[in-house]
């Protein structure tokens, strides 16, 4: 196709006294002249409404069908939408209606099912942040569906590549000697290297399958979340049919819930599934975004992930597989990435909010052309201004009402909570969540940290909010792994972490516990590895944290070694009971449970193959098909027994006529622990749970009780013994768990005597129940 005339550049009027910056009054703006001087077809357009945003078919009242476009483009000159052909023939109908910088208008005859783009006219001015290129067709940030993928040739940019010989650029007029790098516009067109969007039908019969009533609405406190990839989760399923592995629905068939279930999860947290983009870097090394944390579109669910199309079908195959997991009992949590897109940097791309309004929608540095990164991935989105906290929350709020979807996971949240430099727990962001009456019912759960200055915020959320907290993290690791220099910080993980969430009105369930997520090493990679191995990411092993406070067991990487493989397995059990006996909420990862591996790579993010798939095949080994069924009696164990997911923090002070505490902690010679005992190094800490004391009351209004349990953790590499705390706190000790022992099928375990002493196998949990006189 034609680049555009040199006229597209910018009318005059927007230079104009009184309009600084080139920015317009409100008021309507006659079409470029440039589409029909192009030779492309014209096709006119009605007023139509500035509302809603994006793409909506509806029938007149005349009753003509087509579509109602709306675009907000704070500043632009001009805006036509792109209809394209199934060949790529494109037709250009210029939205002349401006109201509040909304651009809009209704096309008769455009009904589901069409592709369309948007180009946006105005002021070329990097110097100024203003980069406005109609020669870049642009993805509606509303689009619900998109078609195609990015390929990121040099047409995609807005700006010529200064790597790049000018007579690459022969369309480029005026050429300079020497130019700054993003400052000269590309004007090569970009419609055939880019995906476009796609005009959804909406089903109103759909709105009102989320009822309330549907879903399964989880306690928080009950709650167990599994994190998966859509994509990773199902690929070599051998129960899923070949067609569907890789898709949503190869999520939603039978053979995946049925593990699921039998796991006993109650959500499942799902990587990216927003339209996203491809790094550059990585196309060009053979490799693909494989985690999506590199969204473009936020209402559209990621085309690559559908078995039954992209014309619009991924929507109906999304919103199935929602109802199947919430048949099942699950709930479905979606992490979103809102604090930056895929336009990366002033190198980047020109995909959709930069050539729609580049300052509008991203924080600009002091110098105009640069951008405010506060997520390592070269934008961060302006959450302050109004149109981009519509946009979010508009998002949001389609994916819970319109999707079904039960709450969401925000990447590097402290980014979202920023005002105008730091982070703000008053920001707009958070302010607006709190008071919507949609969103503050869903589960929200915030990654408290980003890479800016004072980013880090574990504990700081308001209490809407749950938290990745990575102090559970980094205490359970390097408490099992003979790190910890005393128990102090571990008590306070294992126990709710009530020195982070005791504040505001905040539960115990503000901390998600997670001992491994998709970044970093799985869990049998960390009990494998004690370096990072990411070489197949072709980044020279640089990429990926150093910090892995890992224990390779006496070899690195895989070996024949039985008794190096046998104590990895029983690490293994030692960190996942550990995890499902800790107040809060767990998380595990998918694979976790029947020992996947990732070779010791820390950072898959762009292993798009059998590195990054959970590799079903090991729970054909009965030892990694023990460790699954250990998670599944683990969590059975927790969902029957409210002390194990308790509602409130611990007082840990005498109750009741017997002066027993509803938390107590022990020595190994069964005696309570003193301030100095917390201080001293130890390798050994039991843990005393009482069911007698819940302060919570069931439906009737009944007080909660339960049974009473002692938590044994013993990380030392020798046996060891531990006194059994006498009366008043037990007569007689049911052992439960010993993941000193790989099978735990086996009938319940020997009874022990309230103050006898009992052998701990080395490295070791020991989970007792308090006997029933």
Not at 345 to 366: K, V
Not at 570 to 598: C, F, H, I, K, Y
Not at 749 to 758: I, L
Request: aromatic share 10%; glycine share 10%.
């Amino acid at each position: 196709m034609s680049s555009a005339p040199e006229q597209e550049h910018l009318p005059e009027q927007a230079t104009a006294a009184g309009e600084p910056n080139g920015h317009r009054t409100d008021a309507p703006v006659p079409a470029p002249a440039a589409a029909s001087a192009a030779g492309r077809p014209v096709r006119p357009a009605r007023p139509g409404s500035p509302q809603p945003l994006g793409a909506r078919f509806r029938v007149g009242a005349d009753g003509v069908a087509g579509t109602n476009f709306a675009l907000w483009a704070g500043g632009a000159e001009a805006v036509e939408v792109c209809l394209f052909d199934e060949d790529g023939t494109e037709t250009r109908c210029p939205l002349g209606e401006l109201t509040h910088e909304i651009w809009h208008g209704f096309v008769p005859g455009v009904l589901p099912g069409q592709r369309y783009g948007f180009r946006v006219h105005g002021r070329w001015d990097p110097w100024t942040g203003a980069r406005w290129n109609p020669a870049k067709l642009l993805l509606d940030p509303y689009a619900r569906a998109v078609d195609g993928d990015f390929g990121f040739p040099i047409e995609v940019d807005g700006h010529v590549r200064d790597s790049l010989p000018a007579e690459v650029y022969g369309h480029v007029r005026d050429w300079p000697q020497q130019h700054v790098a993003d400052t000269v516009r590309d004007d090569r067109d970009s419609a055939p290297y880019v995906p476009k969007g796609v005009v959804v039908h909406d089903d109103a019969a759909d709105h009102d399958e989320w009822a309330d009533d549907r879903r399964p609405k989880t306690p928080w406190a009950d709650s167990v979340i599994y994190e998966l990839h859509v994509r990773g989760f199902t690929m070599r399923h051998p129960g899923i049919p070949e067609r569907l592995r890789g898709t949503y629905a190869g999520l939603a068939h039978p053979a995946a819930l049925e593990h699921l279930t039998r796991l006993g999860v109650t959500a499942v947290e799902l990587l990216p599934v927003h339209q996203f983009a491809h790094e550059d870097h990585l196309l060009r090394r053979g490799l693909k975004n494989y985690w999506g944390y590199n969204s473009i579109g936020y209402f559209a669910p990621h085309a690559a992930y559908s078995a039954s199309g992209t014309r619009g079908q991924q929507v109906g195959e999304f919103r199935r597989m929602v109802r199947a997991l919430h048949d099942a009992g699950i709930e479905v949590i979606l992490d979103v990435v809102y604090n930056h897109t895929a336009e990366a940097g002033e190198l980047g791309p020109t995909l959709s909010l930069r050539g729609i309004d580049n300052r509008g929608y991203y924080r600009l540095q002091a110098d105009p052309r640069r951008y405010a990164d506060y997520t390592g991935c070269g934008n961060t989105l302006h959450v302050v201004q109004p149109n981009v906290l519509r946009l979010i929350t508009d998002s949001l709020r389609y994916w819970v009402t319109e999707m079904g979807v039960d709450g969401f996971r925000f990447d590097l949240a402290a980014a979202l909570a920023r005002s105008m430099h730091d982070v703000d727990m008053l920001s707009p962001f958070l302010a607006v969540i709190a008071q919507d009456p949609v969103l503050r019912r869903v589960k929200l759960i915030a990654e408290p940290w980003d890479v800016g200055s004072g980013g880090y915020q574990v504990g700081a959320f308001p209490p809407l909010w749950t938290e990745w907290n990575d102090r559970y993290r980094d205490a359970v690791r390097d408490f099992w792994r003979g790190a910890l220099p005393d128990v102090r910080d571990l008590g306070y993980r294992l126990s709710g972490s009530s020195d982070l969430y005791a504040w505001g009105g905040r539960r115990p369930y503000a901390s998600v516990n997670f001992v491994t997520a998709h970044d970093g090493f799985t869990l049998r990679d960390l009990v494998s590895y004690e370096q990072k191995h990411n070489e197949a990411n072709g980044e020279g092993n640089r990429d990926g944290t150093n910090d892995n406070r890992s224990w390779n067991c006496g070899a690195e990487g895989e070996t024949d070694d039985p008794r190096i493989n046998a104590l990895r397995r029983r690490q293994l059990r030692n960190l996942l009971t550990t995890l499902l006996l800790s107040t809060g909420v767990p998380m595990l990862v998918a694979g976790d449970e029947m020992g996947r591996t990732q070779g010791g790579n820390n950072n898959a993010y762009c292993q798009d193959n059998e590195t990054g798939w959970v590799d079903w095949s090991l729970l054909e080994d009965p030892g990694w098909r023990a460790l699954t069924e250990l998670v599944s009696r683990l969590i059975a164990l927790r969902h029957a027994h409210p002390v194990l997911r308790r509602r409130a923090f611990f007082s840990g002070r005498p109750q009741g006529p017997d002066g027993l505490r509803d938390l107590a902690w022990f020595t190994a010679e069964g005696r309570e622990m003193t301030e100095q005992d917390w201080y001293a190094p130890t390798a050994t800490l039991g843990m005393y749970l009482s069911g007698r004391d819940i302060p919570q009351r069931d439906e009737r209004g009944e007080p909660v009780t339960d049974d009473s349990f002692l938590a044994v953790l013993h990380a030392d590499p020798e046996p060891g013994s531990f006194t059994l705390p006498g009366p008043p706190w037990a007569a007689e000790y049911e052992l439960l768990v010993d993941t000193a022992r790989e099978d735990q099928s086996g009938p319940p375990g020997t009874r022990h005597a309230a103050g006898s002493a009992c052998r701990v196998p080395a490295r070791s949990v020991l989970l007792f129940r308090i006997a029933q006189e």
